[in-house]
Every structure is written in C-alpha cells, then in structure tokens.
C-alpha cells in the first residue's frame, strides 16, 4: 500500500506554530486534527480520553526519537482500525527529544492493540519519505495539506517494505573524536552516561569505538586477566595510579582487539536480532556504506519498538 494512501489530505496538518508551546498543546493540535477529520470520532472515544491516553504514554517515554521527528502514540483494544496525522511545524517545537532537537515533524497514531507491525511499518515509511533533505525542505515549505500530499504521493513510498536498520534506529547522543586520550574519553563516557561511545575520524566517518570495559581492561596489568581471584591483594588500590602513565595516549594508537558493533543501514530486522541474541551485542552502531554513522539500536530498541510494539 502507498504511503499517500494512508496519508491523504485529511491525514495532514501544514503550518503548525512552534515557539515555546508545549508537547500537551501540540498534541491537542494533532489529535484534533485526527478526530475532526477521519471516523476515529465514530470509534467511541472522547478527545479527552484519547489526549489522556497519548500523553501517559508521553510521560513514560518520551516519543521524540531525534532528528527532528517525533510520533506520539497510543494502542487502544477496542478501536477498529489504525489511524495516523502527520503534522509540520516549520519553526519546531521543543518535544524533549533523545538529542534535544526541536521536533519539526509529528506522526500521531491511534492504532489497534493488536497492530503493533503495522504501527511501526506505517512509521518506517514515513521515515523514508522524510530521509532526504530536499522531501524535508519541500514539506516544510509546502502551502497547504494538498501540496503536502502531492509530494508524498510522487514520492511513490510504500509501507509494506521489510524494517530495517535505519528505520528502529535512534540518533547517536556524542562520540569521540580518534584523536582523543584516554583521559577524554572517560570523561566523555562520565558526561553522557554511558558505557559506550563511537569513535569519529577526521571526516567523521567510524573508526570503533570505546567502552568502559577498554578502560578498565587497558588500565589492569596483563597478569590479572590470568586470576581467578584477588582475594591476596583485596588491601590493594589499583586505581591509585589508573591512567598515570598512560592516560594521554590516544585513541588513534589505542590497540583494541575486538570486532566494533556495527550493523549497515539496510539490515533486515532478522539480521538485527541476531546480531543481538545470537552474538550477544548489547548496541549496534548503524553505519551507512561510506561508514557514516547513522543512528544506534540496542536492545531496549529491539523490544520497545518490536516486542512491545511501542
């Protein structure tokens, strides 16, 4: 099915106003839209308990993905079948987005509880669509609904296609550059919380990345991976002297013998899964075929977005 299909005139919202209005008033805009435009008012919700829906499901995660996209959601039992706006808000509005982007494209859904797939297939799609930066720029500029539409509908998208990579990936939140230390890239790891980051080359592209683990491993004498205990040393400080040797060694000449978690673009969702259960990787780093990095999947993304649908 294209694209367009779903989304026709009535299934598109031009012109919002961003500023400081909040997540609660822009959703009111968009469900608004939905209700007064489609049958999802004959479904036997009110706009008040269907608003309330989508913003418990706000409070316990945001649905601000990055990349200036955002797609508040909700799954209901009793609901016939699924129903989706797409509003533009050319000035962006603040969303609490994972990379703290203002969102400038908003996809609301009110879907079947046991549509979960087609939630996700119908966003995939969207995504696609809103890949380029000259469908981006053009939705931003277009007058009215009709234009809008028109532009999805040459666009010749569908959303019967496999998932991909590309499409459950989430924005990369900081990297470091490879010519970083030791010393910077735990503070790095410190600042953002976490316990990987990837490491950028002079043009940006990936070059690995580092881990927590590389810290600890780097910093340990060679003898203790032989041990199975350190119960005879118990009284001893090993991070005392941690890095004072070598903590601005960089990473460019940082000898890390282990494979990077990487996974292209255009991996089927199989191939996510098992790269993630089958060899036990906790992230994968989305690249594209110049090594771009895209996005990252771990395994909280595999089960929000496919498991639990959400």
């Known amino acids: 099915m294209k694209l367009s299909f779903m989304l026709n005139e009535e299934c ?13 008033e822009i959703i009111t805009d968009l469900l608004n839209a939905l209700y ?3 049958e999802l008012k004959n479904e036997g919700f009110s706009k008040e308990e269907l608003l309330e829906a989508l913003l418990t499901r706000e409070r316990e995660m945001t649905t601000g993905l990055g990349d200036g996209l955002a797609f508040p959601h909700t799954r209901l039992a009793k609901i016939s079948k699924s129903y989706t706006l797409l509003g533009i808000c050319p000035s962006g509005v603040d969303f609490q987005s994972l990379d703290q982007k203002p969102s400038q494209f908003f996809v609301l859904s009110v879907v079947p509880q046991d549509q979960a797939n087609l939630l996700l297939l119908s966003r995939a799609a969207i995504v696609r669509f809103l890949s380029t930066q000259e469908n981006r720029r053009a939705m931003l500029t277009a007058g009215d609904a009709f234009s809008a ?12 296609q496999n998932i991909l990579a590309k499409d459950i990936m989430r ?6 550059d490879i010519e970083a230390t030791l010393k910077d890239a735990a503070r790095a790891l410190h600042k953002y919380h976490c316990d990987s980051l990837p490491i950028l080359d002079e043009e940006e592209c990936f070059a690995g990345d580092i881990s927590c683990y590389d810290l600890f491993s780097y910093g340990l004498p060679d003898f203790f991976a032989n041990l199975h205990t350190i119960s005879f ?6 991070f005392e002297k941690y890095f004072q040797g070598d903590r601005d060694i960089k ?3 940082l000898k890390i013998n282990r494979e ?6 255009d ?8 790269e993630i259960a089958t060899r036990d990787k906790h992230l994968l780093y989305v690249v594209d075929g110049k090594k771009k990095l895209l996005g990252v999947i771990d395994r909280f993304s595999v089960v929000d977005k496919i498991l639990m649908g959400a």
């Open 12 to 24: 598109l919202l031009t012109g919002l106003t961003g500023g400081e209005r909040s997540k609660k």
């Open 36 to 38: 007064d435009g489609t």
């Open 149 to 160: 539409w028109k532009l999805i509908d040459k666009s010749g998208i569908k959303i019967d």
């Open 171 to 176: 924005p990369q939140v900081g990297h470091i």
């Open 233 to 238: 040393v118990r009284n001893m400080d090993p």
């Open 251 to 253: 990473l460019s000449d």
């Open 260 to 265: 990077s978690p990487t996974i292209p673009a």
């Open 267 to 274: 991996a089927t969702l199989m191939e996510i899964i098992f």
